[in-house]
């Protein structure tokens, strides 16, 4: 095979992985379409390798309509891609009756939503739609240090922007007087008791599998101070209720576990002063479960201890167990997430608020404009696996363009600009397509008039045409730089053989734009006139990156999205 021919099979598949993949060939790709096409090329793969790399540069160089022309005149049939994408389904719940299905999302109310949230929440609510069963969202608030009361109220518009449909809500501090029955049941049952060891005497014992004096005392007794407890008459750490458990378990984790606690010193932000013995998460939770009758529950590995203290009031109460599933961990890198550290970055003024763009909250996606539904695929691709995970912004970008690619419609931002006087003509008019794959939606038509014609493009292309000395202004002309001048050379896009850059550009009197990056730092520039109707849209910054427009005069205000 001569290269010649060699360089029309690459630039082929260049031009389809370019096409099929937002206008970016893979040179690898690229050459394992190759030597797939003729395997006695392999002995030539670096030869190859090279080849494919300076083809894919300048197919990369093209736009994306000018590569979809171009693979149509080579191969039409190239247009389509030659498989399926992958179709990710989670695997069915064991014993689930249709209709009969009941999952629980159980969020702490200590601030909005966060991307690890949507995990669970997302992979309940799936399940709940197969099955057409029943979702609850449980706000477990028995914690009155750790509450923002605006968080009752931002959960579950959360969820409803994630799509997540709810079908009850269920705030624990509702329900003390139901744990509280439950305490006394176990009290009369002998597997609870009162305990008023200080908290370091009490772990002492229980690692030695030894049991506290307050263990074994009459069921009359037990009860007694259990009615002190919810009474008032102990000060915070005097006493707890604990749930009997196996002080000879291997797992002093699992042994006897903490129900019920004094929080006197603290008014509950919803509930004031109404409590002062609250459940602890392992007792609320299993009480709960059962009650609102789970049948499945999905929780991290980290749960597993939870899951075994949990089965012992099971078992002692009678009660039917839900099915449980315990998924990896995920690492969210690069992400601030913990509630308490935002809280506080809000009310000093680090942060703007929960929707800053540099938060990993769900506000925040929302506001950089992630979808929801790429939110859901990307965990639904996750799936239910048992290893631990990293979590991948650069996968959920790739979900997330799907969504936002086609409606998103294009401009000009260019960003650390410089002026550029053009020279050789004076009138000049663009005519770029809002969108090359919707015709339908017109262009962007500008007019540009002057003696010279002034225009701005950004700094790195300014020293390219300097260096190179012949650029190619999208849209819009050629320019070559003649005894220091930017000189109009016409239209003629066959320039672009030559490997001449493509640079994006704006009139000189442009509006400036702000966008906020997810890094905190702001990328400041001009961009060319922006309808208010983009207003809460994502549009796409040619050569940028995605964007969220928030604001479009007198300065444009917009959040980054991705690239």
Same mark, same amino acid.
């Given at each position: 095979?001569?290269?010649?021919?060699?360089e029309?099979?690459?630039?082929? !598949?260049?031009?389809?992985?370019a096409v099929?993949?937002?206008?970016?060939?893979?040179?690898?790709?690229?050459v394992?379409?190759?030597?797939?096409e003729?395997?006695?090329?392999?002995?030539?793969?670096?030869?190859?390798?090279?080849?494919?790399?300076?083809?894919?540069?300048?197919?990369n160089?093209?736009?994306?309509e000018e590569?979809?022309k171009?693979?149509?005149?080579?191969?039409?049939?190239?247009?389509? *891609? @030659?498989?399926?994408?992958?179709v990710?389904?989670?695997?069915?719940?064991? +014993?689930a009756?249709?209709?009969?299905?009941?999952?629980?999302?159980?969020?702490?109310?200590s601030?909005?939503?966060?991307?690890?949230?949507?995990?669970?929440?997302?992979?309940?609510d799936?399940?709940?739609?197969r099955?057409?069963?029943?979702?609850?969202?449980?706000?477990?608030?028995?914690?009155?240090?750790?509450?923002?009361?605006?968080?009752?109220?931002?959960?579950p518009?959360?969820?409803?922007?994630?799509?997540?449909?709810?079908?009850?809500?269920?705030?624990?501090?509702?329900r003390?007087?139901?744990?509280?029955?439950?305490?006394?049941?176990?009290?009369?049952?002998?597997?609870?008791?009162?305990?008023?060891c %200080?908290?370091?005497e009490w772990?002492?014992?229980?690692?030695?599998?030894?049991?506290?004096?307050?263990?074994?005392?009459?069921?009359? @007794?037990?009860?007694?101070?259990?009615?002190?407890?919810?009474?008032?008459?102990?000060?915070?750490?005097?006493?707890?209720?604990v749930?009997k458990t +196996?002080?000879?378990?291997?797992?002093?984790?699992?042994?006897d =576990?903490?129900?019920l606690?004094?929080?006197?010193s603290?008014?509950?932000?919803?509930?004031g002063?109404?409590?002062?013995a !609250?459940p602890?998460?392992n007792?609320?939770?299993?009480?709960?479960d059962? =009650?609102?009758g789970?049948?499945?529950?999905l929780?991290?590995?980290?749960?597993?201890?939870?899951?075994?203290?949990?089965? !012992?009031?099971?078992?002692?109460?009678?009660?039917k167990?839900?099915?449980?599933h315990?998924?990896?961990?995920?690492?969210?890198?690069?992400?601030?997430?913990?509630?308490?550290?935002v809280?506080?970055?809000?009310?000093?003024?680090?942060?703007?608020?929960w929707?800053d763009?540099?938060?990993?909250t769900v506000?925040?996606l929302?506001?950089?404009?992630?979808?929801?539904?790429?939110?859901?695929?990307?965990?639904?691709d996750?799936?239910?696996?048992?290893?631990?995970?990293?979590?991948?912004?650069?996968?959920?970008?790739?979900?997330?363009?799907?969504?936002? +690619?086609?409606?998103?419609?294009?401009?000009?931002?260019?960003?650390?600009?410089?002026?550029?006087?053009?020279?050789?003509?004076?009138?000049l008019?663009?005519?770029?397509?809002?969108? %090359?794959?919707?015709p339908?939606?017109?262009?962007?038509?500008?007019?540009?008039v002057g003696?010279?014609?002034?225009?701005?493009?950004?700094r790195?292309?300014?020293e390219?045409f300097?260096?190179?000395?012949?650029?190619?202004?999208?849209?819009?002309?050629?320019? &070559?730089?003649?005894?220091?001048?930017a000189?109009?050379?016409?239209?003629?896009?066959?320039i672009l *053989?030559?490997?001449?850059r493509?640079?994006?550009?704006?009139p000189?009197?442009?509006?400036?734009?702000?966008?906020?990056?997810p890094?905190?730092?702001? @990328?400041?520039?001009?961009? @060319?006139?922006?309808? +208010?109707? &983009?207003?809460?849209?994502v549009?796409?910054?040619?050569r940028?990156?995605?964007?969220?427009?928030e604001?479009?005069?007198?300065?444009?205000?917009?959040?980054?999205?991705?690239n």
């Amino acid at each position: 095979m001569s290269n010649g021919h060699i360089e029309e099979v690459i630039r082929k !598949y260049a031009l389809q992985n370019a096409v099929l993949y937002g206008g970016k060939a893979n040179a690898k790709a690229v050459v394992g379409k190759v030597l797939a096409e003729d395997p006695e090329m392999r002995s030539r793969a670096k030869e190859i390798t090279s080849m494919a790399e300076n083809i894919v540069l300048l197919i990369n160089s093209i736009p994306l309509e000018e590569q979809r022309k171009m693979l149509e005149n080579i191969d039409a049939s190239m247009l389509k *891609k @030659e498989k399926g994408e992958r179709v990710h389904v989670l695997p069915d719940l064991p +014993d689930a009756l249709e209709g009969k299905v009941v999952m629980r999302f159980a969020p702490g109310p200590s601030g909005p939503l966060h991307i690890g949230h949507t995990r669970v929440a997302i992979l309940n609510d799936e399940y709940v739609k197969r099955y057409d069963g029943k979702f609850i969202n449980r706000i477990e608030d028995t914690n009155p240090e750790k509450i923002d009361p605006d968080a009752y109220n931002t959960i579950p518009e959360d969820l409803a922007w994630l799509g997540v449909k709810v079908h009850s809500t269920v705030i624990q501090t509702d329900r003390f007087q139901i744990y509280y029955e439950v305490a006394h049941q176990l009290v009369d049952m002998g597997k609870a008791y009162v305990c008023k060891c %200080p908290v370091d005497e009490w772990r002492r014992l229980k690692e030695e599998r030894r049991a506290c004096p307050h263990r074994d005392r009459p069921i009359e @007794e037990q009860h007694e101070e259990l009615d002190k407890m919810l009474a008032g008459v102990y000060d915070d750490e005097e006493a707890v209720l604990v749930v009997k458990t +196996d002080l000879n378990h291997p797992n002093p984790a699992v042994r006897d =576990f903490v129900g019920l606690r004094i929080i006197s010193s603290i008014p509950h932000p919803r509930t004031g002063t109404r409590y002062c013995a !609250y459940p602890m998460m392992n007792f609320s939770v299993a009480v709960d479960d059962h =009650f609102l009758g789970l049948t499945h529950v999905l929780r991290g590995k980290d749960h597993l201890n939870n899951t075994l203290r949990q089965e !012992y009031m099971f078992n002692y109460l009678g009660w039917k167990k839900p099915w449980y599933h315990h998924y990896g961990l995920v690492s969210i890198p690069e992400t601030i997430l913990k509630t308490s550290i935002v809280g506080k970055g809000i009310k000093s003024g680090e942060y703007s608020g929960w929707d800053d763009v540099r938060l990993g909250t769900v506000r925040s996606l929302k506001r950089r404009g992630i979808t929801p539904e790429a939110i859901r695929e990307y965990w639904v691709d996750v799936g239910m696996k048992e290893v631990d995970i990293q979590f991948s912004w650069d996968t959920l970008y790739a979900f997330n363009k799907r969504h936002v +690619d086609p409606d998103a419609n294009r401009y000009f931002f260019v960003w650390d600009p410089v002026p550029v006087n053009i020279y050789g003509i004076e009138e000049l008019e663009s005519y770029a397509p809002l969108h %090359p794959d919707h015709p339908e939606r017109g262009s962007r038509n500008l007019r540009l008039v002057g003696r010279p014609i002034r225009i701005m493009i950004g700094r790195d292309d300014f020293e390219t045409f300097k260096e190179k000395r012949r650029i190619r202004l999208k849209d819009l002309c050629n320019l &070559e730089m003649i005894d220091g001048r930017a000189t109009y050379i016409g239209n003629d896009l066959s320039i672009l *053989k030559d490997k001449v850059r493509i640079v994006h550009w704006v009139p000189e009197r442009s509006i400036e734009a702000i966008v906020m990056m997810p890094d905190g730092e702001d @990328e400041k520039g001009l961009v @060319e006139p922006v309808p +208010d109707s &983009e207003i809460g849209k994502v549009v796409q910054f040619e050569r940028f990156g995605f964007v969220k427009i928030e604001e479009t005069c007198p300065i444009l205000k917009a959040a980054f999205t991705q690239n």
